[in-house]
């Protein structure tokens, strides 16, 4: 049987017709006692419900069904193209070339940043209305008619922000006496983690200062071409303060971009290991 957003065998409707209602929850174990007593009660309206309910269900809603799929392809093919990696123009601009190696870290966090600011964002408003109006999402954010283009980077933080604080408490069988309890969940600490990658690469990243200013490179190269009519003269510079300049510059510039690889390496890493955490 065809995938469902609501199943008419899990309706009251089914219930009356299969003279058993169905629970709402349960283990493995629970589920198998309630499917063994249904069916030994009313073996053929058992039937009716759990089976030829669904068939009907499968026909009826077929046409709406082939629509909502062609949705998602349009959806999945060109606006969020999740068969590929793609990095923002101001990280990589169309039409120039980057070489493998340096895609990887632009690409990977962008992924990041529309998990937090499209996917997040959404399931935060998507079953609340107060949080519909809070954040100002259109009518094309959320239901039926939704198409992945709304983004909200207040909407998916407060959604973090929410995961962040989830505790072990009764309501997830933790009583108050066990050991885990008030503990974080694991939710909880995969949230963290997705928190300061996304923090890392909007606020830490996007602000490093230049490595070549930083160093002084920058302005050696200035002094230089001055000193050397217009040119740059690595080799041997007439002045002793322009030798001794572009060699602590060049110095502090191979330590700086050194820091900056090994710190883009280690949040790579870091985001590789939570990637099994990205989804809704």
């Known amino acids: 049987m065809a995938q469902h957003s609501n199943y008419w065998s899990c309706s009251k409707f089914a219930d009356w017709?299969?003279?058993?209602?169905?629970?709402?929850?349960?283990?493995?174990?629970?589920?198998?006692?309630?499917?063994?007593?249904?069916?030994?009660?009313?073996?053929?309206?058992y039937w009716l419900a759990e089976e030829a309910l669904g068939h009907i269900q499968d026909f009826v809603t077929w046409p709406t069904r082939k629509i909502y799929d062609a949705k998602y392809y349009i959806n999945n093919r060109w606006v969020t193209r999740t068969h590929s990696l793609t990095a923002h123009a101001r990280d990589i601009k169309p039409g120039h070339w980057q070489d493998v190696g340096s895609r990887f870290l632009p690409c990977l966090f962008n992924e990041l940043i529309d998990f937090?600011?499209?996917?997040?964002?959404?399931?935060?408003?998507?079953?609340?209305?107060?949080a519909r109006k809070k954040f100002n999402s259109p009518w094309y954010s959320c239901g039926w008619f939704r198409w992945r283009t709304w983004r909200s980077r207040p909407a998916g933080l407060a959604n973090l922000e929410w995961q962040c604080n989830l505790?072990?408490?009764?309501?997830?069988?933790?009583?108050?006496?066990?050991?885990?309890?008030?503990?974080?969940?694991?939710?909880?600490?995969?949230?963290?983690?997705?928190?300061?990658?996304?923090t890392w690469w909007t606020d830490t990243y996007r602000n490093r200062p230049d490595a070549m200013i930083a160093s002084g490179w920058s302005d050696y190269c200035e002094k230089s071409r001055v000193a050397n009519g217009g040119k740059l003269n690595f080799s041997g510079e007439k002045?002793?303060?322009?030798?001794?300049?572009?060699?602590?510059?060049?110095?502090?510039?191979?330590?700086?971009?050194?820091?900056?690889?090994?710190?883009?390496?280690?949040?790579?890493?870091?985001?590789i290991r939570i990637r099994s955490s990205l989804w809704t």
Request: proline fraction near 3%.
């Open 116 to 130: 937090v600011e499209v996917e997040l964002a959404w399931f935060h408003i998507a079953w609340d209305d107060e």
């Open 17 to 45: 017709v299969r003279g058993t209602k169905k629970i709402g929850a349960g283990t493995s174990e629970e589920w198998d006692d309630w499917n063994t007593a249904a069916q030994m009660k009313h073996n053929f309206r």
């Open 167 to 198: 505790t072990m408490k009764e309501d997830m069988g933790i009583d108050p006496d066990h050991p885990e309890y008030g503990k974080p969940t694991s939710q909880s600490i995969n949230a963290k983690e997705i928190m300061n990658l996304y």
């Open 239 to 271: 002045s002793g303060d322009l030798e001794k300049m572009c060699k602590d510059a060049l110095d502090l510039l191979q330590k700086i971009e050194k820091q900056y690889e090994d710190e883009d390496e280690e949040m790579l890493i870091r985001l």
